[in-house]
């Protein structure tokens, strides 16, 4: 199961000073979520540590994964008792979809995507982007390792349902896992959540 936890931001230019208070933003969530996830009462967030692409986890909280996600107005965490990633996605109007899609995104995907009306194929572009960032913040590396080759043909046609996803890179064992398109309680975004098995994705809450 994963517990998710969302604040909205406040209305102010991107800068330093945004930038300390979505950090203070997250040390409250996650002060909230640990007691709720291990069941264990907590004062002060514990140490955080990092794996070697910068993904943060707490060393002596074996038993809690958390991981953040901002866009738009809102900042939410994810957090359970397994691996996991999540990515949240303002549906803003974007006039470079396509050129994105064609540069960064699997030929199938850009073609899907440039056969769609313009409104729809905005709507999957930017759901096909939260899918690889939640799949990359699973495993802890950057979006740009492979995004091309991290696909999810189920996920592509549309299905809300738990989807493999498998990431194929030259010289690289192919990688799998699973994406979940989550609900958000505010229109004009998509979000989606990865996991490294089903049971993860099963269930889902808001706290």
């Not at 002596?60 to 900042?75: A, E, T, Y």
């Not at 008792?81 to 803003?92: M, N, S």
């Not at 189920?154 to 990431?167: E, W």
Request: aromatic share 12%; charged share 20%; proline share 9%.
């Amino acid at each position: 199961m994963i517990l998710l936890s969302c604040r909205k931001l406040p209305e102010q230019p991107a800068g330093p000073e945004r930038k300390a208070l979505v950090r203070t933003m997250q040390r409250s969530l996650l002060l909230s979520l640990l007691p709720k996830v291990t069941g264990r009462t907590y004062e002060k967030l514990p140490a955080l540590s990092h794996l070697p692409g910068g993904k943060p986890y707490f060393l002596d909280v074996p038993d809690f994964f958390f991981n953040f996600s901002d866009s738009g107005s809102f900042l939410i965490l994810a957090a359970g008792t397994a691996p996991l990633g999540i990515d949240l996605q303002e549906t803003a109007s974007s006039p470079r979809y396509l050129a994105l899609a064609r540069r960064y995104f699997a030929e199938e995907e850009a073609a899907a995507l440039a056969a769609l009306p313009e409104a729809e194929g905005r709507l999957l572009f930017f759901r096909l982007w939260s899918m690889k960032e939640a799949y990359f913040k699973l495993t802890g590396e950057g979006i740009f390792h492979g995004i091309a080759g991290c696909t999810s043909p189920a996920f592509l046609s549309g299905a809300d349902t738990i989807c493999p996803v498998t990431n194929i890179r030259p010289g690289i064992p192919p990688q799998s896992a699973f994406v979940r398109a989550l609900s958000f309680p505010e229109p004009g975004y998509v979000l989606t959540a990865a996991a490294n098995t089903e049971a993860v994705l099963d269930r889902f809450d808001y706290a």
